[in-house]
């Protein structure tokens, strides 16, 4: 990477951590008094509902990585013209794609909440409002796409911070109208996230109308290019599809077999999972348009070593995360929701792995997402990935253990990453060896390190059991991690680099000081 380009990577993640830790605050808060607002039982019956409309999320979710991928190409070679009929293109596909979803989930999907969820009979009104309620939030969503992606193409990762904070600012505000709501509760909070969701969307386009030349509306015929596009979204869909399935599909599945209940316990697991996912959405978020823009400029060396980089960068940060909160979960989830969920600590401490699993990933997925050559890619790894459902139905009808879709998805995730490697050794002609040297010898000694000062400080008996052994026991694992990352994760340049980025942040804050 040349030093423009780490300083265009420092600066766009200091921005995004900024909106992060904000985002973050007011998510944990909010989860919290919506729960007590809602009660056990509707705080399910919105994540199920929810759950089902985001299964036909698949059709925007592939679009979404194709439309990030199409511009951030373009801006690569900047080819302003090609820019902005890339930019019209999938801007008229999200619109076929919102009146697809329309259509959708006002047939099967309002057929699978009306009869088959185990949704309580005195609720069951309630639940159909909101259900139509989130179809409009989420047409508006998806035709907001094109407009976001441009902005994360163009690296404007201030605007996308900026807004991000105005809309968990909004969220505060509407959970302090829910309490004060003398309506039902549970159609109260679906109409204040519509009018979020519109605000925020218009904010986004009036930007990039406003900003960026390209996001001019204009209409474009090329069949070519609609092709592309689409057949580049069609082999992802088939990728996004077994995502759904695996997220969103279990959801249900936990509805049919055990009830709301449970639905409230994966909705509390799936908030500690966006919270721990924001900080490296975060750094690859910053890092994945680069990663796309080397491959247009045919800079494969850079765009290995981005891909390197990040993947250990990726794990590292969600492994500092998850360490302190599966060693005290039962305490941080008691502390944080004051009531007692059933199977949440079980849930988040098997999703908080999974996820750590997942984080190596990301940056190969931008990889071969930059290639464009996804076709078996996709058919491969999205077969594998779809087998979460049929697999969890399965443990849930032989065994009713809630908790075996989590074992379950934690084995495919292992294999799925063995075979994003081995794609990507044909794609981009990634080494192997190099990859293990330099990726997974590090975070195997960083994690052997840590979670075996985890297992003595168990071992001897120390839990969290009030706030201040938790941030006791916190601040310790937090500084073995610390330490073990710098000794056994980075190489000798990278140490050099953080100090030298850190001396420099504090011989700037000393002549500040001094100026003033």
């Not at 077994?242 to 055990?258: D, S």
């Not at 959405?281 to 348009?289: D, E, G, K």
């Not at 998850?322 to 060693?327: A, E, G, Q």
Request: include cysteine; charged fraction near 10%.
């Amino acid at each position: 990477m040349t030093d423009n380009t780490k300083q265009r990577l420092a600066k766009n993640t200091l921005f995004l951590y900024a909106r992060m830790l904000f985002s973050m605050a007011v998510s944990l808060y909010t989860s919290r008094v919506v729960l007590n607002a809602l009660g056990v039982s509707d705080y399910g019956i919105y994540n199920v509902v929810g759950g089902v409309l985001a299964l036909f999320g698949f059709f925007n979710s592939s679009m979404s990585v194709a439309s990030q991928r199409f511009l951030s190409f373009d801006l690569g070679t900047k080819n302003q013209a090609q820019l902005n009929k890339t930019f019209n293109v999938t801007l008229n596909i999200h619109i076929g794609i919102a009146l697809l979803v329309f259509i959708v989930a006002e047939t099967a999907g309002l057929w699978l909440v009306k009869d088959q969820l185990d949704l309580p009979a005195d609720r069951m009104e309630a639940a159909l409002f909101v259900y139509h309620f989130s179809i409009v939030s989420s047409m508006i969503s998806i035709t907001q796409t094109p407009f976001s992606a441009l902005i994360i193409a163009h690296e404007r990762m201030n605007i996308f911070a900026v807004v991000s904070i105005a809309e968990a600012s909004l969220k505060l505000v509407a959970v302090y109208l829910l309490q004060l709501s003398p309506f039902d509760k549970l159609k109260t909070y679906s109409v204040l996230l519509l009018l979020i969701t519109l605000f925020i969307s218009t904010v986004y386009k009036l930007y990039c109308v406003k900003k960026l030349d390209e996001s001019k509306f204009r209409l474009v015929l090329d069949k070519t290019l609609h092709r592309r596009i689409l057949s580049f979204s069609g082999w992802n869909l088939f990728g996004n599809i077994a995502g759904v399935a695996k997220g969103q599909g279990t959801n249900v599945l936990l509805n049919i077999f055990f009830g709301t209940i449970l639905n409230a316990a994966y909705g509390i697991m799936m908030q500690v999972q966006n919270a721990v996912n924001l900080f490296v959405n975060n750094f690859q978020m910053a890092v994945n348009p680069l990663i796309t823009k080397s491959y247009a400029t045919g800079d494969l060396v850079g765009m290995k070593k981005l891909v390197f980089h990040s993947a250990k960068i990726c794990y590292f940060v969600v492994f500092m995360l998850i360490c302190p909160i599966i060693y005290s979960v039962d305490f941080i989830l008691g502390w944080w929701l004051n009531q007692s969920v059933p199977y949440a600590a079980g849930f988040t401490t098997l999703t908080l792995i999974n996820l750590l699993i997942e984080s190596i990933s990301r940056p190969l997925i931008t990889a071969a997402m930059a290639t464009g050559n996804i076709k078996l890619y996709q058919i491969v790894l999205g077969s594998i990935l779809f087998l979460n459902l049929p697999l969890s139905y399965l443990a849930f009808k032989w065994f009713s253990l809630p908790t075996l879709f989590l074992h379950i998805a934690i084995a495919l995730s292992l294999v799925i990453l063995g075979l994003r490697l081995l794609f990507l050794v044909k794609l981009i002609h990634l080494d192997l060896l190099k990859f293990a040297k330099q990726v997974f010898i590090p975070i195997a000694g960083v994690s052997a390190l840590s979670v075996g000062v985890m297992y003595v400080i168990r071992t001897a008996g120390f839990t969290a059991d009030s706030f201040i052994e938790f941030v006791t026991i916190s601040t310790l694992l937090c500084t073995v991690n610390v330490a073990s990352i710098l000794l056994l994760g980075l190489k000798k340049t990278e140490r050099i680099m953080i100090w030298n980025l850190l001396n420099k942040k504090i011989k700037k804050k000393q002549a500040l000081n001094i100026t003033h």
